[in-house]
């Protein structure tokens, strides 16, 4: 066949198509989707090195499918999977789960420990509550704000008569008040992360959020997140304007 003449490109230009192509890859480089955890990390200047309490995001594929956890670690994984699945009123089942959950983990002889921070959380009143309210349990949840995907994980989203709650579990350990203080504002902004994208998926408000803390041999401690509102408001900002 007759060889097709030369045809002139659009991008024949090179100083247009440079131009073009910074362009391209300055919008490509803008993260279109980020989890609640993964903000909330960012947010407090520890991208890379956060606090394991805060990893619901992350999956090492590399791990077998029953090591894969949500949570930064073996015993934190182990107590969410026993909570997610647990009798909420008696916990007659948590020793099984507490078992199951360790072995998956590869944790074996920590069934006691687990066993204990899951039966903690019981005792926390919003807990509680959830025998006659309705509930959700390992709730996932994802809204689009501003052509970005705000998504993550909810441990508890319990219908107060004031309301939706947000709560979640932590198994972490704080040992002054300054690290208290610390855990406690960046677990705020991932609290608040949730609120935003249940607030926009079901055009309602939530109304609280609340940390409830596992211990061993105790009731958990449960701390409900201070000016809530003040906190969700402040996030959905931080998602529009972060780049």
Known sequence: PEPAAAVELPWADAAAWADERTSTLARASVR???SATRLAEDLAG???HGDPGLRKDAVDLDLPPWQRGRYGTAVGRAVHGVLQFADLEHGSDIDHLADAQCAAEGILGMSDTVGALARSALEAPIVRSTREREHH???YVAAEID?????GYIDLLVRTPDGLVIVDYKTDHWTDTAARGERVARYRRQLAAYGVAIERVLGEPVVGGVLVRCRVGESAEEIPIDDWRG??????GAVRQRE
Not at 147 to 151: F, I, K
Not at 231 to 236: D, H, P, S, T
């Open 32 to 34: 279109t989707t980020i």
């Open 46 to 48: 520890l991208a890379g």
């Open 137 to 139: 349990r390992e709730l």
């Open 147 to 151: 052509g970005r995907v705000l998504e």
């Open 231 to 236: 906190a969700v408001e402040a996030l959905a």
